[in-house]
Nanobody, 120 residues
Framework: QVQLVESGGGSVQPGGSLRLSCAASGDIRDIQAVGWYRQAPDHPRNLVGR??????VYAESVKGRFTVSRDRAKNTVDLDMNNLRPTDTAVYYC???????????????WGQGTQVTVSS
């Protein structure tokens, strides 16, 4: 019903920048919340940043460096990452809380994940 497709990611040196993008497609009636999570090897998937009802929340480790932005008209969400650190290395997943045309409830959907590697 709904697909989230991510783009961007790759390898970058410490201090560098990257942008991740995520686009949703399908029978979408409304998107309530959007955000990004990440998972490093042998670690659980953790919140990076999330936007819902006009409010943003970020993990402490990325505050001031990462920004989540959404385009309601295009059903997209981006993650701008600046001053990247080796500890930011992980697989990054976008998420959206979506109401489809055949329901009145929101369901969480995930992107396929994209690798970000920060290394000199």
């Amino acid at each position: 019903q709904v697909q989230l497709v991510e783009s961007g990611g790759g390898s970058v040196q410490p201090g560098g920048s990257l942008r991740l993008s995520c686009a949703a497609s399908g029978d979408i009636r409304d998107i309530q919340a959007v955000g990004w999570y990440r998972q490093a090897p042998d670690h659980p998937r953790n919140l990076v940043g999330r936007v819902a009802n006009g409010a943003s929340v970020y993990a402490e480790s990325v505050k001031g460096r990462f920004t989540v932005s959404r385009d309601r008209a295009k059903n997209t969400v981006d993650l701008d990452m600046n001053n990247l650190r080796p500890t930011d290395t992980a697989v990054y997943y976008c998420m959206m809380s979506v109401m489809t045309d055949d329901t009145t409830k929101y369901k969480t959907y995930w992107g396929q994940g994209t690798q970000v590697t920060v290394s000199s």
